[in-house]
């Protein structure tokens, strides 16, 4: 009798140790996020992915009650950022906003520091952008047929900007190549703010640039424009006139790149669940939806929010790229 009932309150303390663990653990979660939570961007400031990244930060403030913050780690085609958040602590605070390259990066690298399915959590994808092809004020041409002549004259002496090997620039520069069957020199940067920088300058003769970067300076005068890589023209008033590429003769030339955000694998499923539906709801931001827009670009509100809709469009984005980069010959170590 005795024993039955030592057994008994031992079985208790334990029942009682393991809710309040489990108690406790939630507990803890449920204060996330109590410290800021910083967003890295693969890539140098000012560029494409940093712009949407930082505009995604100032509508994330309200819905996690935090200040959330934009850190720069850029480097090798945005391969560095990725691996730096694929290492950080699976506690919520340290985010990724990546782009294609996160799909396009394992065709690419021999040897990659991240595995691109495995570890990362995927919080919802956020915004598609068309890319532009863009070319330096002093380029004679004047339309794409036009460059296309300068191209074939120039027997592959034609200076490409990037963002590195796996850039949706480098990416969209491939897809021009193969399209025009003609090699370029690839001149790479850690991000499209000093490509284009070095383009204005005539430094290099084109980038293929996404519209977030490209349209202030082709508003501005600042660069020539050849096409959109999208399937239809852009609404904008400043491109309405600019043909797609496919249009202007480069058929089935369609690059749409897009933006996503991760935390490390492992994040527990609380924290994972508070920011997916912080990224909602900053999604519907006037502010951001206006933002956006008058950058012809489109904020993602359909399945891919979710983090099986959002892994399951990376996976399709893997398998397509995969071709077209495996056709190109082009690898990075
Ligand atoms: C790219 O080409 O991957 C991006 O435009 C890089 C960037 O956002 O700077």
Redesign the pocket.
Known sequence: MKNNKWMFKRVLVSVLLVLSAVSGVSAVWAQYPDKPVTLVVP??AG????KIARDLAEALRKPLGQTVIVDNTAGAG?TIGAARVARAKADGYTLLVH?I?LATAPALYKKLPYDTLKDFEYLGLVNEAPSVLIGRTTLAANNLAELRKWIADSGGRVNLA??GVG????LCGLMLQSALKSKMVAVPYK???PAMTDLIGGQVDLMC??AT?AVPQIEGKKVKVYGVSSKERLSLPSLAQTPTLAEAGLADFNVTVWHGVYAPRGTPPEVLARLNAALREALKDPDLIKRQEALGLHLVTDARLSAAGHKAYVQAEMARWGKVIKDSGETAE
């Open positions: 890539f140098a560029g494409p992915s940093d945005g782009h390259g990037n963002a850039s949706a620039s480098h991000g499209t703010a640039e996404q970067n």
